[in-house]
């Protein structure tokens, strides 16, 4: 059968601006569900291509000539996924939906396509493709080795693509309030150190320049992790920098931290969140304030390229506390700042919280994207909170911080934060009309009554 899988992207991820970004931010780097199942179905017989909408405009000629799309789910892009979906229907095709979205909403997918896989599709991909499950709705069950589980094949992908995407784990043993992928992928299960290097050389040889470990937190197991980077160090294996999220506490291991930099694991990126302890309690984050402040200095003083992440608009916190966690981002000299707004998943505890409450504002969920202010502040409005995104963007990516970008990283990354500074005080300017539908609700919205 000829199948394709499509990975869609929102109508403001997909504007000139929002590819032009990507361009700046990081090279093109796919999601993996889709390589995964592709390499699957392909290998039991099938015809596979795989497309990602985010860096290119689908050749709908091309995706149209499969027999069978199955489209993956975001939240931000499911408007887009039904919208494909409901048209791919119209041309007669077979559509079946999965991904993030659709496990927690499989009852508003199913309204668009023929069947809905929840969860991870792995076990249940091919015979949904092949016609004998066929009930309406069905769910994936995790597989428990995910060693058996085939590695992505990028051969697979029909857009431009320069970094290998990879997973070496599922989950997290964490739980925090609104964290949507510990959910998703539960329990938490980990690849051998052996397949994960297998990994890394075959990505290697296929010519990649770049890896990224995508797993919610790559040093959850201390002991693994670094096994696999004295495996990558003695075979001669490292990339020259590669990019993994992992938890704050690697600091205490100084053996780990110097293993990772010596294996290629340069880029870290951590959920700092915030600087109040009151916030980090409330998430369930289980770390202090002082050890989160040591830490993360602890990094950037021991090499590390610290990309610090913190949540905007949790609760607790006031614009001065925002203000504080930025500037202490500054003075540590991270290698760059994420700022993600609060952003309540469906099928998070934080979501139920908020409905219950009457905060949320929309559920138009094309918004959902951690960029736009979706729910009711405490502490301020969502209009406040929405500029308050953009200047600790600008506060951080000043134009001042160009120089100290190029003392301590060099001429590559100094030009890559020259991109950052322009983006972040230019991009605002985009005036697409989801853009400009956005902003007219925002600005409706009234102080919190609560
Ligand atoms: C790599 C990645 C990216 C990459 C590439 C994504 C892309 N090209 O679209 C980049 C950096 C570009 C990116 C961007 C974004 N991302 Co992202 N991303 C990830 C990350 C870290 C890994 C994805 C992955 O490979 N997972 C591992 C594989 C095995 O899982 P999977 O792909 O989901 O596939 C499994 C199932 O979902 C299912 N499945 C998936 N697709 C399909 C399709 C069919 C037909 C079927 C049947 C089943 C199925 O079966 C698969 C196998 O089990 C995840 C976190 C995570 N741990 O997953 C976040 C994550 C998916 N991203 C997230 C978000 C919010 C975004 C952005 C909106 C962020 C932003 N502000 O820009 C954008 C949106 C991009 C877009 N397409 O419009 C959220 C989504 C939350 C949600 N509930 O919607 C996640 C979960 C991170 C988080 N914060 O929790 N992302
Ligand atoms: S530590 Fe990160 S990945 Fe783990 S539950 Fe919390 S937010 Fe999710």
Redesign the pocket.
Known sequence: MKVA?V????DL?RTVLYRLGHLIYEPS??????L??GKILADAGHSVDVY?E?YRDLPMHKVLQADVI???T????APRAYALADYFRSKGKRV??????A?VMPDEAKKHCDQV?VG???SV?TAVIEGTLTNPVIR?EPMADIDSIPLPDFSLLRSPVKSA?F?TSRGCPNCCSF???SR??HPYREMSPEKVVEAIGRFRAQGFSRVNI?D?NFTANKVRTKRICRMLIDRNLAFRETFFFGRIDVADDKELVDLLKRAGFRIILVGMESTNQKSLDAIDKKQSVGSVRENARRLTCLGMKLSASIILGLDDDTKEDVARTVDFCRSINAYSLQP?ILTP?PGTRLFEKLRNEGRILTEAWEY????HVIFRPRTMTPFELQQLFKWALRRFYSFGSIFRVLRTWGLADAVKRLGFALAVRFGSIDMSAPERKYRSLIKQSKTPDI
């Open positions: 899988v990975s869609p992207a929102s991820h780097n796919p999601i993996t569900g889709p995964i199942l990602e985010l199955g489209i993956s975001m939240t931000s892009t079946i939906i999965g991904g993030f979205h496990s896989i991870e599709a792995e991909i994936g995407n997973i964290c949507t992928t998703m992928f995508q919610d993600p998943y959902y994207d951690m960029m």
